[in-house]
């Protein structure tokens, strides 16, 4: 189905990462076909997605993991998981010619891509914004600014195969302020003219070069229209690619032609695979998938599929692994299903898990749920390749057939890590403690009893007061034995 017409990305910046094969139709819709290809890498076919990770890591798997059963061609990392330090572990990593040192340090297959960016996906709350010079981050210490020179040399130490650079995004919840959405698209212009000039000044081996995603702003096209014109006029041979934070924006590209070819991925976090069929209809080309670890932590197994099966009723899109049904159901998660777990083992087992808290049990579901997620995207391109129209009633057909979001788990999720962290004043903490002081509950115990047993049986309130005597003096008494 390929059209010769088509452009792709090296007609205009000269760097071939990424071929078109289909494009949009007369009906409207802006899903396509491509093949995202960098040195040295597999061929990724688009529409695709890339696993979020936490720390160098996707959350539940390990290198050997991923490498025997998932089919995950790429992965989004932030740097601010790296840098609680001056001096962190990962610049110490050895390099060596023809090296990444990213690849390296996180032990990940050489021929997958590994994607920097210089915040989490999705970021936390910072409780400060950004300066005109310097990006708000989220480390393991704390809070900390990051400066364009700062980025731009430990991307070059780390080589990353795809670089997001700095974006001023908002840091809240609360919509900003026109005043404050200009200032963001014109320091957001600045920090990336730096980081293209600082990337082209200090580069020593072509052959280990990141590709430039350049941010695409959630923020409305009258604002950043000239940000978007500089973008496909004034840098665009060093750009490879864009990052766009808010999908409902690229219709707005039509007024700029020279970034259509370009590979477009998404960081507006999708939630559903119904948000995932949305952006893909609109151009989307990679999709940072980070609700798979959410629906792995909450105990749920993805049970969707593209296109979805004939049936009148309206099926949910997971399953509760925690739920006592499954306590004897030696069945697969999905019948029918490939993957490592369900080949291998029933839902009984993965029930028993759980509730053991046994950590198999989160690195079985993550496993189930990324060849989902894998299976998903490999049937929205066997109907794009039928034509978009194909795809667009697929797409309808899917939304109608299943429920609008994730059951919830109902079981105790693991204990937090970075990526759960919240910010927010007054938040209650996310990991309960681990163990308690035995002997402040044996005090507490006994206390509560004394105070039981001083006041009479019968007695009205107002001998209220004598019971709280006798409490104090309980307290005196154990803390002098």
């Known amino acids: 189905m390929s059209d010769p017409s088509l452009e792709n990305s090296s007609d205009m910046s000269g760097r071939k990462i990424f071929e078109l094969i289909s494009s949009a139709a007369a009906d409207g819709s802006a899903a396509r076909l491509g093949k995202l290809s960098l040195p040295g890498k597999k ?98 210490t704390g809070f900390r600014n990051v400066t364009v020179p700062e980025f731009t040399t430990t991307v070059q130490a780390l080589q990353p195969d795809i670089v997001l650079p700095m974006a001023d995004l908002p840091h809240t919840s609360a919509t900003p302020s026109s005043k404050k959405l200009v200032r963001m698209v014109e320091r957001t212009e600045v920090w990336l003219d730096e980081f293209l000039d ?11 070069d ?38 409902n924006l690229l219709p707005e590209l039509v007024n700029y032609p020279p970034l259509t070819p370009l590979p477009k991925l998404c960081m507006e976090s999708p939630k559903t695979p119904q ?35 004939s049936v009148d009723e309206v099926r949910p899109l997971g399953t509760n692994m925690w739920s006592p049904e499954h306590s004897t159901a030696v069945v697969p998660l999905v019948e029918g299903c490939q993957c490592y777990t369900c080949s291998k083992h029933h839902r009984a087992y993965l029930h028993h898990l759980l509730n053991a808290k046994e950590m198999l049990g989160w690195n079985l579901l993550q496993i189930h749920n990324h060849h989902v997620i894998n299976e998903f995207f490999a049937g929205i391109r066997e109907a794009l390749t039928k034509g978009q129209a194909v795809f667009e009633e697929e797409a309808r057909r899917f939304t109608a057939s299943y429920e609008p979001v994730f059951p919830e788990g109902t079981g105790a999720r693991p204990r937090a890590r970075g990526y759960h962290f919240k910010s927010e004043a007054s938040s209650d903490r996310i990991n309960k403690p681990a163990w308690i002081d035995l002997d402040k509950e044996a005090a507490s115990a006994q206390i509560t009893s004394l105070a039981e047993s001083s006041t009479p049986s019968g007695e009205s309130q107002d001998a209220t007061p004598v019971a709280v005597v006798n409490v104090e003096e309980a307290v005196a008494t154990l803390s002098i034995n």
């Open 275 to 309: 948000e995932v069929l949305r952006q893909v209809s609109l151009g989307i080309d990679i999709c940072a998938m980070s609700f798979a670890n959410s629906t792995s932590d909450a105990g749920v197994a993805m049970t969707f599929s593209f296109p979805p099966p």
């Open 198 to 208: 600082r990337l082209a000044s200090s580069k020593s081996t072509a052959s280990l």
């Open 210 to 247: 990141s590709s430039v995603f350049a941010p695409m702003l959630p923020v409305e096209y009258p604002i950043q229209w000239d940000y978007l014109r500089h973008l496909s006029e004034d840098v665009l041979d060093k750009l490879d690619g864009l990052a766009v934070y808010d999908a």
């Open 43 to 140: 061929v990724i076919e688009t529409p695709n997605f890339f696993a979020v990770t936490s720390r160098g890591a996707v959350p539940h798997l390990t290198p050997d993991n991923l490498k025997r059963h998932t089919s995950v061609s790429g992965f989004y990392m932030a740097l601010e998981d790296f840098i609680e330090k001056k001096e962190p572990p990962i610049l110490q990593t050895p390099g060596g010619e023809g090296s990444r040192r990213l690849h390296r340090f996180t032990a990940l297959p050489s021929n997958t891509v590994t994607m920097l960016g210089p915040r989490r996906n999705p970021a936390v709350t910072t409780p400060f914004g950004n300066t005109p010079k310097a990006l708000a981050v989220f480390t393991s």
